[in-house]
């Protein structure tokens, strides 16, 4: 069983905590006049909570912190106790935890105006479900019609402005494929349209440095970790998309899905078109990092 | 009086509609789950309203209808008839009008997911002021450390996507400037973080043309009118950042504020640092237009 098909477990997900606060599910929650909704002013994570634990989430706070202090966000100091009491309410679940925070409600223009108090939403829920044949036959990625932005102001940082995201993966649909591939603007390979990029090459594995755009993933940076420990070379740098198509295997993570196996790209076969040995190797080794972290006695 | 100094007409304002019905401002009003506070997943036009009229209402619904288009969010029909209801209500006012379309309450992922029903925000406000002495100083601005993504999925919609817009406002006002200016990935000026740009070289008008990146606003297709009525002659053609430092005047257009004069770029003044003659022909010539077609007959 690898970690992204294990069910949840409760009955009671999906639940939400907005400052705090218990709310129930059907809203209304929310200001019209937060500019998280206004201007995606605002950052946020999502994170995997197995055996009741979320998995690393000093990493995930801290670069949420990160782009709170980028976007000159006070960071509300309660935030890391109101997370954790909402995912001691939820149980000894595997879920999907998301954590947004925004700006708060505030004036319409662009720049902040006087004090505005931050809106943070904690919502968790069961973990998004591929068909379990997506881990035996891989997706088919779209490489996007728009570029992913090295340059931004926000680059590197979550935050809510998944606008591209969107009108990638509903290009990628429209093309047949499951997911989208962005370029940066110089050509490189960057990620996905919410997961990072990794390929193996028959004699490393690499993925995108920052300087390309990807976002630094939590479970890119395990990853990273796993494959030093079964001593696989592994390494962070540029590569093109006539790389990515020459490449043995390729395969997406993130924290929700953990590695998702990538087999075709603009139609065309990565390696034998089927997921490869080294995919699956560092698919078990980080389930057993995954179980070891979070205290999961399952085998 | 130009006509960014008109104050609000209405003690009744801000008022807010949601999918056509009249809420009370304070919140709250939206899903915790409305994916456009989830994933900047929506288009928004923000409108001038003078003596009770839109201004050019039907283009500002054309590029939202537009935007809408591209993300695959559906029409939903009875919009301009709530605008126009809302309008009707708020009165004879001089006022600010958001309109915000998100594709509606749903599944957190990327991928939108089922029939998900948009939701349709209507808010009318006062008209941000600004201090009237802009008009007789102008506004400093600084040039914003990341780029514009001129080649990105979502280049020239106005989408929720305003992140980078905040973040380089915030730079700006710790450099003491009141405004940031971006360029594109070729390092052409492209746009203010809510506004189009506009140089006088001296003999012709320019503003960065669509491949630039900006937004295709409503008040600067109104100035290229304004211009050539008045026989300046006036372009689309892209310059970079030493022809805006070299030119005898600079100037900002946007439907809530007209045209405001940009009398310093990164501490260096254009022209005399001063709003000049040709900006103050179109302001005033702007503001007549906009009077004549919104029926207005103050003088």
Tied chains: 1, 2.
């Excluded at 197995?50 to 801290?62: E, M, P």
Aim: neutral net charge; proline residues 7%.
């Amino acid at each position: 069983v690898t970690p992204t098909a294990v069910p949840s477990g409760s009955a009671l997900l999906p639940a939400l905590w907005i400052d705090g606060e218990p709310c129930q599910v059907d809203g209304p929650h929310i200001s019209a006049a937060d500019r998280g909704l206004l201007l995606a002013d605002g950052v946020f994570e999502t994170m995997r909570v197995q055996n009741g634990v979320v998995f690393r989430l000093d990493r995930h706070l801290a670069r949420l912190e990160h782009g709170l202090a980028v976007l000159g966000i006070p960071l509300r100091r309660e935030l890391r106790g109101w997370l954790l009491d909402a995912v001691a309410s939820a149980g000894r679940v595997d879920a999907g935890l998301r954590l947004t925070v925004t700006r708060g409600v505030g004036a319409g223009g662009v720049a902040p105006q006087g004090d505005v108090r931050p809106t943070v939403i904690v919502a968790i829920g069961p973990l998004p479900v591929f068909a379990p044949e997506i881990f035996d036959r891989g997706l088919a990625a779209h490489v996007a019609s728009g570029r992913r932005n090295e340059r931004a102001m926000t680059a590197g940082l979550k935050t809510l402005a998944f606008t591209d995201a969107v009108a990638a993966m509903m290009e990628a649909r429209r093309s047949g494929a499951d997911e989208s591939l962005f370029l940066d603007s110089d050509g490189h390979c960057s990620e996905a349209t919410a997961s990072n990029l990794f390929i193996w090459t028959g004699v490393e594995l690499l993925t995108p440095p920052l300087s390309c755009g990807p976002l630094p993933g939590i479970t890119r940076a395990a990853v990273l970790e796993v494959a030093s420990a079964l001593h696989i070379p592994a390494e962070e740098r540029p590569f093109d998309l006539e790389r990515l198509l020459r490449a043995d295997e390729a395969f997406l993570t993130s924290s929700l899905r953990g590695l998702t196996p990538l087999v075709r790209v603009n139609g065309r076969p990565i390696g034998h078109g089927v997921p490869g040995a080294v995919s699956r190797r560092l698919t078990a080794a980080y389930a057993g990092l995954l179980a070891r972290e979070c205290g999961d006695p399952r085998p």
